[in-house]
C-alpha cells in the first residue's frame, strides 16, 4: 500500500513537502508522483528509481521540485519549492513493481497507486 500525504493551502513562491510511504509486502523499484486538475490529463512529475536512485523531473518542474528517498522509513519525498498556482492538483504516488534500468514519468507504467493529497497554490 501506498499513503501520500503533506499536501495543503500555500502561497504562491511558498513551498510544501509531500512523502510517500509504501508499507505492506509490496516489491517497488521505481515511486513516481503525479498530479491531476479537474478536467485535465495526468500529470507526471517526478519518479525515483529505488535501487539506485535514478531521478527524473517534468518540465514544469525542474529546478523547483526535487525527489529524494529515505530507505530506512520506506518513504519518498517530494520536496515544493517556489510553487505557483498552476501547481494546484491532486498529487498521487504511484509504484512500478517490474524491474526497469529508469523510471518513466508515464502513468501507464505503474501498478499501484497511492490515494491522493491535495495541494492549493494561492495567488
Known amino acids: 500500500q501506498l499513503q501520500a500525504s503533506g499536501g495543503g493551502l500555500v502561497q504562491a513562491g511558498g513551498s510544501l513537502r509531500l512523502s510517500c510511504t509504501a508499507s505492506?509486502?509490496?516489491?517497488?523499484?521505481?515511486i513516481g508522483w503525479f498530479r491531476q486538475v479537474p478536467g485535465k490529463e495526468r500529470e507526471g512529475v517526478s519518479c525515483?528509481?529505488?535501487?539506485?536512485?535514478?531521478?527524473d523531473y517534468g518540465d514544469s518542474v525542474k529546478g523547483r521540485f526535487t525527489v529524494s528517498r529515505d530507505e530506512s522509513k520506506s518513504t519518498v519525498y517530494l520536496q515544493m519549492h517556489s510553487l505557483e498556482p498552476e501547481d494546484t492538483g491532486v498529487y498521487y504516488c504511484?509504484?512500478?513493481?517490474?524491474?526497469?534500468?529508469?523510471?518513466?514519468?508515464?502513468?501507464?507504467?505503474?501498478?499501484?497507486w497511492g490515494q491522493g493529497t491535495q495541494v492549493t497554490v494561492s495567488s
Open positions: 525515483i528509481t529505488l535501487r539506485d536512485g535514478g531521478i
Open positions: 505492506g509486502n509490496g516489491n517497488y523499484y521505481v
Open positions: 504511484a509504484a512500478e513493481s517490474a524491474w526497469t534500468l529508469s523510471c518513466a514519468l508515464a502513468s501507464a507504467e505503474y501498478d499501484y
